[in-house]
Nanobody, 126 residues
Framework: QVQLVESGGGLVQPGDSLRLSCAAS????????MGWFRQAPGKEREGVSC????????YYADSVKGRFTISRDSAKNTVYLQMNSLKPEDTAVYYC???????????????????WGQGTQVTVSS
């Protein structure tokens, strides 16, 4: 069964850190560019980070650059998002995607892409 399962979210205070995980099953994660996206209530989905296939070039939204780090573990077929110095505006449901592209500073998925996990909630609040 082809599946993406996100985990690692939670309720944290501003300045704290979290590491999100996205475990892939039914396909080899290394064959794909992998992305993290988030959606806050009442807002559109936002591309957060993307890691290319093969050479693992990484891209970040300006809003998270310097604070978030994307990585992949081939042995575990998992992609991670290390989030440091969290801010209240980082509050959202975070999703991973088995495709992403970086065009003119924007991270997005192709228009035809429609394969998402259930997401993991990140809440940053004092």
């Amino acid at each position: 069964q082809v599946q993406l399962v996100e985990s690692g979210g939670g309720l944290v205070q501003p300045g704290d850190s979290l590491r999100l995980s996205c475990a892939a099953s039914g396909f080899t994660l290394d064959d794909y560019a992998m992305g993290w996206f988030r959606q806050a209530p009442g807002k559109e989905r936002e591309g957060v980070s993307c890691i290319s296939d093969s050479v693992n070039i990484t891209y970040y939204a300006d809003s998270v650059k310097g604070r978030f780090t994307i990585s992949r573990d081939s042995a575990k077929n998992t992609v991670y998002l290390q989030m440091n110095s969290l801010k209240p505006e980082d509050t959202a449901v975070y999703y991973c995607a088995a495709d992403c592209r970086y065009i003119e500073t924007t991270i997005d998925v192709p228009p035809s892409y429609d394969f998402w996990g259930q997401g993991t909630q990140v809440t940053v609040s004092s």
